[in-house]
């Protein structure tokens, strides 16, 4: 008897869910919004492939908000926006469809609704699984790019965050762009960019971008600066940058004989560790110095530690209690 039981008891489970989920793809389907489509927004595309399916790689990932769907291709975008989140680009488009997860019932992703993935994975169905686990969460987009000084709204036909696809992003007009704007989404989920937006007034050294900031600041509100920038402190290597530092970025900056009257910060300190000098944004250890003849004392009027280092117009170097106000010069890679 027991076995029947349980067996019987199994039917009327299935039975239960299948309805229970028949009823809420009815649901789903009446929510469908016919000849609309959202516009870019799009973190992968698939084709050829079935509505339902189209769906399901939406429900299978964290970040998917709503897809849509082009009947005559069998060709299907999946979102990270919906119409409410993106409504400029939720448009009119004959042929196209446009449903929103929400209106999908979960459990038609299987295990994977039971899924904690992260938002920049999809959850996929394991099929000979060693330790019993009927899903597993793999990388599927790399996230919308952050990159200092893009337009955010440029987006060009076929864009997508998904894992090897490509974008293009435009400099905002306040900047100048070099690169050619394109970005590609490795399988690692970051991206490789080929971009980068710099204002008026940045000049450029062996592969590098330099700007000199008058406003004086202490070291950590200058770094501070230099990163809302997308730059750092300047990591001075070797006698040729800081040479070219000092013709090309100091050589409006003089105040003889008080030459510590008018001082640029550099982003090296030894606020670990009392005479070893890091460069602040790096972590690598200074190798290259041009310190004055006189520095580093760490030593300011006999009061406070001098541990950031700050730069003479002589391009010489000296070590000053971090709290001074200085200008400074942020510091930015090549594309
Ligand atoms: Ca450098
Ligand atoms: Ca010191
Ligand atoms: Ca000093």
Request: aromatic fraction near 12%; charge should be negative.
């Amino acid at each position: 008897m027991q076995p029947f039981l349980s067996v019987w008891v199994q039917f009327l489970l299935f039975h239960i869910v299948l309805t229970d989920t028949g009823s809420l793809l009815k649901h789903g389907y009446s929510r469908i919004i016919y000849g609309h489509r959202l516009d870019g927004k799009t973190i992968s595309s698939f084709a050829p492939i079935t509505f339902l399916d189209c769906v399901e790689e939406c429900l299978v990932r964290n970040r998917c908000q709503s897809v849509s769907y082009f009947k005559g291709a069998n060709y299907c975008e999946i979102k990270f926006k919906d119409k409410l989140t993106a409504a400029s680009s939720y448009q009119e488009q004959a042929g196209w469809v446009y449903s929103e997860k929400g209106h999908w019932p979960p459990e038609l992703a299987g295990p994977c609704s039971q899924s904690n993935c992260s938002l920049n994975e999809k959850c996929q169905l394991t099929r000979y699984s060693s330790n019993g686990d009927p899903f597993h969460c793999v990388v599927s987009d790399c996230g919308l790019p952050v990159i200092y000084g893009i337009n955010e709204s440029y987006t060009k036909e076929g864009d997508a965050i998904g894992i090897n696809r490509a974008m293009h992003v435009r400099c905002s007009e306040q900047h100048v762009q070099h690169g050619s704007g394109r970005l590609v989404c490795l399988s690692n989920g970051t991206w490789v960019y080929n971009i980068i937006c710099l204002e008026e007034g940045w000049k450029e050294f062996r592969d590098h971008y330099y700007f000199r900031n008058i406003t004086r600041l202490n070291e950590t509100d200058a770094m501070n600066t230099c990163r809302l920038l997308g730059a750092y402190l300047v990591e001075i290597e070797d006698a040729e940058e800081n040479n070219w530092i000092k013709e090309t970025l100091l050589k409006d900056v003089s105040c003889p004989p008080q030459k510590y009257q008018c001082t640029t910060w550099s982003g090296a300190n030894d606020t670990q560790t009392e005479g070893v000098f890091l460069w602040g944004n790096s972590g690598a250890k200074v190798t290259y110095t041009n310190w004055d003849s006189n520095n580093p004392d760490d030593n300011y009027n006999d009061l406070t530690n001098a541990d950031c280092v700050d730069l003479f117009y002589t391009g010489e170097w000296n070590d000053r209690p971090c709290s001074h106000l200085n200008g400074f010069i942020c510091e930015k890679d090549h594309i």
